[in-house]
């Protein structure tokens, strides 16, 4: 008997990026999808993409600064320049396991005025929110001079049912 075939999830789409430039404009097209409550998740090794993504993301919200990765703080607010919500770019790396730091932060507090993005965030802030989009970033695999990216979003919760992440391919 054959294996029925996966339940096809419409809150998941995979997508190839072929350059630094092309990640950035993800970002920008994402930002369009997303409104003061998202959580977004950022995955994927050092230097998969994460910072550059975000940056797409902040230039598609329109918020003040460049987005960067943070050297000494952790946690960066970017007002909005219009009336769209603030983004919060979480950078949880160089945070010790401990949790405490993490809610040191009161992200709960800052969440649903927000959109909140963390990279390194996996396993510490799952618990903030039922809702949440998770983004995986891989190299394509055998090769560490390629640009080519594997990207993967996977929406989590009610919010992200309704929402078409494959428009995302276009
Ligand atoms: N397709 C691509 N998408 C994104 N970045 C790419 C791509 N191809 C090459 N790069 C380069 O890879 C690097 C990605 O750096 P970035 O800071 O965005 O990664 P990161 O995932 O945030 O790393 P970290 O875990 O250290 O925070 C940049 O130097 C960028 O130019
Ligand atoms: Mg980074």
């Given at each position: 008997?054959e294996?029925?075939?996966?339940?096809?999830?419409?809150?998941?789409?995979?997508l190839?990026?072929?350059?630094?430039?092309?990640?950035?404009?993800?970002?920008?097209?994402?930002?369009?999808?997303?409104?003061?409550?998202?959580?977004?998740?950022?995955?994927?090794?050092?230097?998969?993409?994460?910072?550059?993504?975000?940056r797409?993301?902040?230039?598609?919200?329109?918020?003040?600064?460049?987005?960067?990765?943070p050297?000494?703080?952790?946690?960066?607010?970017?007002?909005?320049?219009g009336?769209?919500?603030?983004?919060?770019?979480?950078?949880?790396?160089?945070?010790?396991?401990?949790?405490?730091?993490?809610?040191?932060l009161?992200?709960?507090?800052?969440l649903?005025?927000?959109v909140?993005?963390?990279?390194?965030?996996?396993?510490?802030?799952?618990?903030?929110?039922e809702?949440?989009?998770?983004?995986?970033?891989?190299?394509?695999?055998g090769?560490?001079?390629?640009?080519?990216?594997?990207?993967?979003?996977?929406?989590?919760?009610?919010?992200?049912?309704?929402?078409?992440l494959?428009?995302?391919?276009?």
């Open positions: 008997m294996a029925p075939a996966a339940p096809h999830n419409p809150a998941e789409t995979e190839i990026v072929h350059s630094p430039e092309q990640m950035r404009d993800l970002g920008r097209r994402l930002a369009k999808l997303l409104r003061a409550g998202d959580l977004v998740m950022l995955s994927g090794e050092l230097g998969a993409g994460k910072t550059t993504l975000t797409g993301l902040g230039e598609g919200l329109g918020v003040r600064g460049a987005v960067t990765s050297t000494f703080v952790i946690a960066r607010v970017h007002p909005s320049l009336d769209g919500p603030p983004l919060l770019h979480v950078d949880a790396y160089r945070l010790g396991g401990g949790l405490d730091e993490m809610e040191d009161d992200l709960d507090v800052s649903p005025e927000s909140v993005v963390v990279e390194w965030g996996e396993g510490r802030l799952e618990e903030l929110t809702d949440r989009l998770h983004v995986t970033i891989h190299r394509a695999v090769d560490t001079t390629d640009e080519v990216r594997h990207v993967t979003l996977t929406g989590v919760g009610e919010r992200w049912t309704a929402v078409d494959g428009s995302l391919s276009a």
